[in-house]
């Protein structure tokens, strides 16, 4: 009872559901954000007063020991002195923090598009994952039936050479093929096992029992049939896009920071202070409460070039915000371009590895006969084999590429959502 049990058996979308709650690069993502949603709370702070409360106590030990003063008497004294000050500092203008404000929207903006693209991020990794998974445990499947056959191969081959009617070079190129297709499934169940662990990275869940792709699942293109719809849709919509986008708002807004730094500030200043002295130097104390109001003016004259530096520095990382965004929308226009590309010619490419699987299997039935009546060798029925689960395992790879190429599709147009995983997931049974 103390030992862990494996998972229940979980479909795509509930495993996405797990990958929301554990995954951490996007909850990194989600703290990330978070954090970065207090930048206007903390712009808005430079419009709104300050207020500092100031409180000293000092006990004073005086001695006088000479003086012409005929007010002062010599000898020792020792005396309290509380000091308690109340200041209130209202920014009246400030043109760093105005472009402090603006600068801290579109950081929100863009931290809400990078949150939103790496929720989508996490649907196409599960995605992927799960369907590798998938993958891997149809190979363990086929390397096994592979290697089934292939030992009746094997054995076909000294049922001949113990009758005199093969020979031991047959034998050997079928126990040869045989060892191979034993290495290829131990392998495939290492590639299985690695797929698992890929797929609790994300999750945090070791999930055992999962689904399985359907025999048959409907096969449409993209529509609109067009790539330029899908173009247009992904240099508007794609997320990571925006989020550039708002990065060259961010480092504009920078640039006008920092150049504000040689505009003036003016500041109302109210103070309200209360000094209460035990003594003084001549003698008796004293008990004074002062207000002070003061308007302050802060003109900048001369800081050593330091403005001027950092708001060149500014100028430059804003050239780099305009050159990144370019990047990106570059990247973006290819992966549409690509998705797009690999999602029809899916279609059409799932089609053909059918009919080579039919074919495959067609020409293994034929050799197999041959060599039954002694018109083929074994090496011919092993090249069969070997040909018709290769033509299996590009088969059933192609359906899996071509579920997520339909999900990169919708990644790059900016239009990817749980939908879209459902939809994939009725493929699954």
């Known amino acids: 009872m103390l030992l862990p049990m494996p998972a229940l058996g979980e479909t795509l979308v509930q495993a996405y559901k797990l990958a929301l709650q554990s995954d951490p690069k996007y909850k990194g993502a989600q703290a990330e954000a978070l954090a970065v ?88 990794r599960t995605t992927a994952a799960y369907l590798v998974v998938l993958a891997a445990a149809d190979n363990v499947a086929l390397a096994g039936a592979e290697r089934e056959t292939v030992g009746k191969v094997l054995e076909f081959a000294r049922a001949k050479l113990k009758t005199g009617l093969g020979t031991i070079t047959n034998q050997h190129d079928a126990t040869a093929r045989f060892a ?65 986008r708002e990065a060259v708002e961010v480092a504009q807004q920078e640039v006008e920071r920092q150049r504000a730094g040689h505009w003036p500030s003016l500041s109302l200043l109210g103070t309200r202070n209360r000094r209460d002295a035990g003594s003084t130097l001549y003698g008796g104390g004293s008990d004074v409460e002062t207000t002070d109001v003061v308007l302050r003016l802060n003109i900048p004259i001369y800081e050593g070039g330091l403005t001027s530096a950092v708001t060149q520095e500014a100028v430059h990382r804003y050239q780099k915000s305009q050159e990144d965004l370019e990047q990106e929308r570059r990247t973006v226009e290819r992966a549409t371009r690509a998705s797009y590309d690999a999602t029809v010619s899916g279609v059409a490419l799932v089609e053909a590895l059918k009919h080579g699987v039919v074919a495959q299997q067609s020409a293994l039935e034929a050799k197999v006969e041959g060599a039954k009546s002694g018109l083929f060798a074994v090496l011919p029925v092993l090249d069969a084999t070997r040909d018709l689960y290769l033509a299996k395992r590009d088969y059933a790879q192609s359906r899996y590429d071509y579920l997520y190429n339909r999900l990169r599709l919708k990644q790059a147009a900016g239009t990817l959502s749980e939908t879209d995983l459902a939809q994939v997931s009725a493929a699954l049974q």
């Open 180 to 244: 191979a297709a034993q290495a290829r499934e131990i392998e495939a169940q290492h590639k299985l096992r690695d797929a698992r662990q890929g797929l609790r990275e994300i999750t945090g869940k070791l999930i055992e029992n999962m689904q399985a792709l359907r025999d048959e699942f409907p096969m449409e293109t993209p529509q609109p049939a067009n790539i330029e719809p899908w173009l247009e849709s992904a240099l508007e919509q794609n997320l990571m896009l925006k989020a550039k």
């Open 37 to 124: 949603g207090t930048a206007i709370d903390q712009a808005m702070a430079g419009f709104l007063p300050t207020v500092k409360f100031d409180w000293e106590n000092t006990e004073t030990r005086q001695r006088v020991l000479s003086t012409a003063n005929p007010t002062l008497t010599q000898g020792l004294a020792t005396y309290p002195t509380h000091n308690k000050t109340l200041t209130v500092t209202q920014p009246i203008f400030r043109k760093d923090v105005i472009e402090r404000y603006a600068q801290a929207q579109a950081v929100v903006k863009q931290a809400g598009f990078t949150l939103l693209a790496a929720e989508q991020d996490l649907l196409l």
